[in-house]
């Protein structure tokens, strides 16, 4: 256990710090998330208060998404154009979702606030990113068993269509996402979620990659490089503005900084080896678990009685789960490297791995 002088009367446990950078750094390398939905809910069901959980989370964000997009942009993920973009949107989204936090910190509602939010958006995007994920992996399946070419990505959504065909000026062409859309909607997306970044904590990887695959176009793993490369900034202004509202503690941020850069390294490998659906699949099984797990914390801080299998089972469903993704991710690329080698593989993964003659 260590005691932090920012926190009085608080003990956190190392070895949980530590599980908690690597499991995030892991999944953020595999999934392009900054991490931060994961680690804001799982420092305050540790006992951080809520402003402190976000802007430690947030500088903790920094370092760890800088580590993945050097490790994407060197296998061509990462579209510099659009990430600059959004990040002008974004960084105008933080200042309002910061100032939106002191608002409700003064009145005694951080907690509540933050992770009711946080419950909410974990829900609507995990859930619709599962059942997205699920379909995609349905029509491979049929593909492969008819002895179709399964192709590494399946990109064009309705809603995609629907917004690239919007004729607002000025029109902006990505080359490298192979993507041209109206500068306006781009804008909204950015702007939109850097007020959550700047509200709960969250770099807005989990919410930014949906939003760049379904509603922009991009592949899966375009839009991971492109949205880390955005949250570095954007993550960098968020945890500045609140390490001025003393909101960070620091070495909290670099013991899971330093985990991190071992599964960030894992976590990008493996996106060499599966398609973009697998990488959206566990995504969403992880964003579900986590909301499970800041659910039943809220309703522990909402309860007079303060019932203590409710923090508990929070515990053990954020770490659980935390847990699980990983190993998920592990059978996975361990899957697809039998699949490379022509060893036989379970029918199930045959959509989600990439064979060795693709």
């Known amino acids: 256990m260590i005691t ?5 009367g ?3 446990n190392l070895f949980l710090l530590v599980a908690v950078g690597l499991g995030a750094g892991v999944l953020s390398g595999f999934a392009g998330v900054g991490g ?8 305050i069901i540790l006992g951080f208060p809520a402003n402190f959980a976000v802007g430690t989370s947030l500088a903790w964000v920094v370092g760890n998404s800088l580590i993945a997009v ?3 942009s060197k296998l061509g993920n990462v579209d510099m154009k659009l990430g600059s973009v959004l990040l002008v949107a974004s960084s105008g989204g933080v200042e309002v979702g910061v100032r939106l936090l002191n608002w409700v910190k003064g009145l005694g509602l951080a907690d509540e606030v933050v992770l009711t939010v946080s419950i909410f958006l974990l829900l609507a995007v995990g859930g619709y990113t599962l059942s997205e994920s699920l379909k995609r992996k349905r029509q491979l399946d049929r593909m492969f068993a008819n002895g179709e070419k399964l192709p590494a990505e399946l990109r064009a959504t ?5 917004l690239q065909s919007v004729n607002l000026t000025p029109m902006l062409t990505f080359a490298k ?3 041209t859309i109206s500068l306006w909607i ?3 997306i950015g702007f939109f979620i850097g007020i959550l970044s700047g509200l709960i904590g969250v770099g807005g990887g989990f919410i930014m990659v949906p939003s760049l695959v379904y509603a922009i176009g991009l592949s899966s793993f375009m839009a991971v490089g492109t949205d880390l490369f955005q949250i570095v900034f954007v993550a960098s202004y968020g945890a500045l503005r609140h390490t001025m509202s003393g909101n960070v503690v620091i070495l909290v941020a670099l013991i899971m900084v330093v985990a991190a850069s071992f599964g960030v390294q894992f976590g990008v490998l493996t996106t060499r080896h599966v398609r973009g659906v697998s990488s959206r699949l566990i995504l969403a099984i992880a964003i579900l678990l986590f909301a499970l797990g800041s659910i039943l914390k809220l309703v522990y801080i909402l ?4 019932t203590a299998w409710l923090e508990t089972g929070s515990l053990i469903v954020t770490f659980g789960g935390l847990g699980l993704t990983g190993l998920m991710i592990l059978v996975l690329f361990w899957l697809a490297r039998r699949c490379r080698c022509g060893q036989k593989i379970p029918g199930w993964c045959q959509s989600l791995v990439i064979r060795g003659d693709q």
Do not use: G
């Not at 939905?37 to 420092?43: D, E, M, Q, Y």
């Not at 309705?158 to 629907?162: F, T």
């Open 177 to 179: 996402s192979q993507v």
């Open 10 to 12: 608080v003990e956190v």
């Open 158 to 162: 309705p809603l995609s269509h629907k």
């Open 4 to 8: 932090l002088p920012e926190l009085a």
């Open 186 to 188: 781009v804008l909204a």
């Open 303 to 306: 309860s007079e009685e303060r």
């Open 36 to 43: 931060a939905f994961v680690v804001t809910p799982a420092l």
């Open 70 to 72: 050097i490790r994407h």
